[in-house]
């Protein structure tokens, strides 16, 4: 434990994280209402019938309700899985703000700006493009 200590204080410590509404909406677009193969995978884990349709409440539910030791990765809390509160960061960046976060991420670690070739889509909605979650049913 002590040579984890020293090696994570050898550097700047800086991490990301993204508005954690838009993470779990997004999950549950991808996972849930997607109808991708491991679907019925997480929702067996989650104790949730595969075969019945799911809201995204009921999902917000049931994954609040777990212990974030037993959560999976994708929405378990940003503050567990960083160690925010045992950690001291030089930097907590926001997906939301990648550019200018990043810019300071690496000033911070001493690294000189990436020579940027072309902007890539972003894999997944920003929170100005994720639909509205008020339907019950998706």
Known sequence: RE???AELSAGPRLTM???????LLTCFLEKIAGNRPFKKFILYDLG?????????????DV???EDSRDMD???????????????????????????E??????EIAGLPPPEIVGHL???????TEVP???????
């Open 3 to 5: 040579r984890l200590g």
């Open 17 to 23: 994280v993204r508005n954690p509404y838009t993470r």
């Open 48 to 60: 949730l019938d595969h075969d019945e349709p799911i809201s995204f409440e009921t999902f917000v």
């Open 63 to 65: 994954v609040c309700r």
């Open 73 to 99: 990765a994708h929405w378990a809390p940003q503050a567990f899985l960083t160690q925010a509160r045992d950690l001291r960061y030089d930097l907590i960046g926001a997906v939301e703000r990648i550019d």
């Open 101 to 106: 976060d990043m810019a300071a991420m690496l």
């Open 121 to 127: 889509p972003d894999r997944t909605p920003t929170a």
């Open 132 to 138: 509205d979650p008020s339907p019950p049913e998706i």
